[in-house]
């Protein structure tokens, strides 16, 4: 794939959020896409489990997204991230303070009229075990965020504390939003969430990606979960400013998440644990089902690994509308409705493509990085024209799997070393 840049859509927020952000931009630390992606993010969090999708009468979707921003050192991944989180930061501050004051109280007074022991409430963790989160999660319906600088160390944690897998299927699960439980021997307690609600972000160095999910890694579903999003083109230089931008931005973006966290009955003393459930209008699933349908038939000459990634943003895209539709309510672009109209779905879709392009772009760096070796040695075994049956026959001698061979020859774009004569046809450039 060509060296391009590729811009966030500005399109996919309300006016308001639009202008906030051009304001913030002022601020030569933030960064278009990082911006953009980590205040998405930080609606779909401020939205939690209060709000789902149904979509054709019985597919399930809430507004978990997995996220990673990508960038080497120096990129700034963590301002971005930081700032769009503020206002979650901020309520978590205030809520552990509280939850210590009433716990402080609760054990002050007599055992006999005690009454139920106070729950703590937050909305972001950083570091912790699953277990951890899981408990967490059961103690309150609303749900969580997970903030990690290095999205590495969270992928690194998998199965660290319990000497035994799970802990990446259980990922799995918990990025469908399907029930989770942990059987644990040394306790009696057993954390069981039937309806977990976890978005994730993080930085991801560019550099590490083959690392993390070049070659067999590539198959165990985390690649095709995230959300990649790169750097654009205002990441450069930094300046320091004597002044700081006079600017009202963060509290407006305070008051938004607010405004969507009262939606969901976040602020009152017994927490609200009804889902509200919303559909598309008749002319909205029409589009989603015209984009889906168009790109799965552009995909059938293309290798699996395409498609794979494909089948993942197209669930992005209904959990996207969900995130559009919420803030168009909250900024009062529409009016308030459980059906999602035409726009929020085109919009969807042009978020959904945006991620589908970076999803792409991602894949090919990993690839890139590992074509030096299975690449050339593939290329090396075939004769100087192949079909794509000879060259899997090839490969499974070679033990290269059926999927990645497909990989590998679609991997050069270019037409560097291979190019493609025809369906299923290929020849070696000399």
Same mark, same amino acid.
């Given at each position: 794939m060509e060296d391009k840049k590729l811009l966030f859509?500005?399109? $996919?927020?309300?006016?308001?959020?639009?202008?906030?952000?051009? %304001?913030?931009?002022?601020?030569? +630390?933030? *960064?278009? =896409?990082?911006?953009? #992606?980590?205040?998405?993010? #930080? $609606?779909?969090?401020a939205i939690g489990n209060t709000? +789902?999708?149904? !979509?054709n009468g019985r597919w399930t979707n809430k507004a978990?997204? !997995?996220?990673?921003?990508?960038? =080497? +050192?120096?990129?700034t991944k963590t301002p971005n991230i930081k700032a769009a989180l503020a206002p979650i930061i901020k309520l978590d501050k205030y809520y552990n303070e509280k939850y210590k004051t009433q716990l402080q109280e609760w054990k002050k007074t007599p055992p006999d009229s005690q009454g139920n022991k106070p729950k703590p409430k937050q909305l972001r963790m950083q570091d912790f075990t699953l277990e951890a989160l899981l408990q967490m999660l059961s103690l309150q319906s609303h749900g969580l965020c997970v903030y990690v600088d290095e999205l590495k160390g969270w992928l690194s944690s998998f199965n660290q504390y319990r000497g035994r897998g799970g802990d990446q299927e259980q990922w799995l699960s918990i990025h469908s939003g399907v029930p989770v439980v942990i059987n644990r021997k040394t306790q009696d307690e057993i954390p069981f969430v039937s309806n977990p609600f976890v978005g994730v972000i993080g930085g991801v160095q560019t550099d590490l990606l083959p690392k993390l999910f070049g070659g067999d890694k590539m198959e165990n579903g985390f690649f095709h979960r995230l959300l990649f999003v790169p750097e654009s083109d205002d990441e450069g230089t930094i300046l320091w400013k004597p002044d /700081?931008?006079? *600017?009202? #931005? /963060?509290?407006?973006?305070?008051?938004? &998440?607010?405004?969507?966290?009262?939606? *969901?009955?976040?602020?009152?003393? &017994?927490e609200k644990t009804e889902t509200e459930t919303y559909v598309f209008s008749d002319d909205a699933i029409n589009r989603i089902c015209e984009w889906q349908n168009s790109i799965e038939k552009e995909n059938i000459e293309e290798p699996d690994y395409k498609r794979a990634i494909f089948r993942k943003i197209q669930v992005y895209c209904l959990r996207f509308a969900l995130i559009i539709h919420t803030m168009r309510e909250v900024a009062r672009? &529409?009016?308030?409705?459980?059906?999602?109209?035409?726009?929020?779905?085109t919009l969807s879709i042009v978020l959904a493509d945006f991620f589908y392009e970076t999803a792409q772009m991602t894949y090919e760096i990993i690839e890139t990085? =590992?074509?030096?070796? /299975?690449? !050339?040695? @593939?290329? %090396?075994? @075939? %004769?100087? *024209? !192949? +079909?794509?049956?000879?060259?899997? #026959? $090839?490969?499974?001698?070679?033990? &290269?799997?059926r999927a990645k061979v497909y990989r590998l020859l679609k991997m050069d774009p270019g037409g560097l070393f291979v190019r493609r004569t025809k369906k299923g046809h290929y020849e070696k450039v000399e």
């Amino acid at each position: 794939m060509e060296d391009k840049k590729l811009l966030f859509p500005l399109c $996919v927020f309300p006016l308001e959020i639009q202008a906030l952000i051009a %304001n913030l931009l002022m601020d030569p +630390t933030f *960064s278009h =896409n990082y911006l953009c #992606a980590a205040l998405f993010f #930080a $609606v779909s969090i401020a939205i939690g489990n209060t709000r +789902t999708l149904i !979509f054709n009468g019985r597919w399930t979707n809430k507004a978990i997204l !997995f996220m990673g921003l990508l960038g =080497n +050192t120096g990129a700034t991944k963590t301002p971005n991230i930081k700032a769009a989180l503020a206002p979650i930061i901020k309520l978590d501050k205030y809520y552990n303070e509280k939850y210590k004051t009433q716990l402080q109280e609760w054990k002050k007074t007599p055992p006999d009229s005690q009454g139920n022991k106070p729950k703590p409430k937050q909305l972001r963790m950083q570091d912790f075990t699953l277990e951890a989160l899981l408990q967490m999660l059961s103690l309150q319906s609303h749900g969580l965020c997970v903030y990690v600088d290095e999205l590495k160390g969270w992928l690194s944690s998998f199965n660290q504390y319990r000497g035994r897998g799970g802990d990446q299927e259980q990922w799995l699960s918990i990025h469908s939003g399907v029930p989770v439980v942990i059987n644990r021997k040394t306790q009696d307690e057993i954390p069981f969430v039937s309806n977990p609600f976890v978005g994730v972000i993080g930085g991801v160095q560019t550099d590490l990606l083959p690392k993390l999910f070049g070659g067999d890694k590539m198959e165990n579903g985390f690649f095709h979960r995230l959300l990649f999003v790169p750097e654009s083109d205002d990441e450069g230089t930094i300046l320091w400013k004597p002044d /700081d931008l006079p *600017s009202d #931005a /963060d509290e407006k973006w305070d008051e938004f &998440i607010r405004k969507i966290l009262d939606k *969901s009955g976040y602020f009152g003393d &017994i927490e609200k644990t009804e889902t509200e459930t919303y559909v598309f209008s008749d002319d909205a699933i029409n589009r989603i089902c015209e984009w889906q349908n168009s790109i799965e038939k552009e995909n059938i000459e293309e290798p699996d690994y395409k498609r794979a990634i494909f089948r993942k943003i197209q669930v992005y895209c209904l959990r996207f509308a969900l995130i559009i539709h919420t803030m168009r309510e909250v900024a009062r672009e &529409i009016e308030e409705s459980k059906t999602i109209d035409l726009k929020t779905a085109t919009l969807s879709i042009v978020l959904a493509d945006f991620f589908y392009e970076t999803a792409q772009m991602t894949y090919e760096i990993i690839e890139t990085d =590992n074509r030096p070796t /299975d690449f !050339f040695r @593939l290329l %090396n075994a @075939l %004769n100087k *024209s !192949f +079909t794509s049956d000879q060259a899997e #026959a $090839v490969g499974e001698r070679m033990g &290269i799997s059926r999927a990645k061979v497909y990989r590998l020859l679609k991997m050069d774009p270019g037409g560097l070393f291979v190019r493609r004569t025809k369906k299923g046809h290929y020849e070696k450039v000399e």
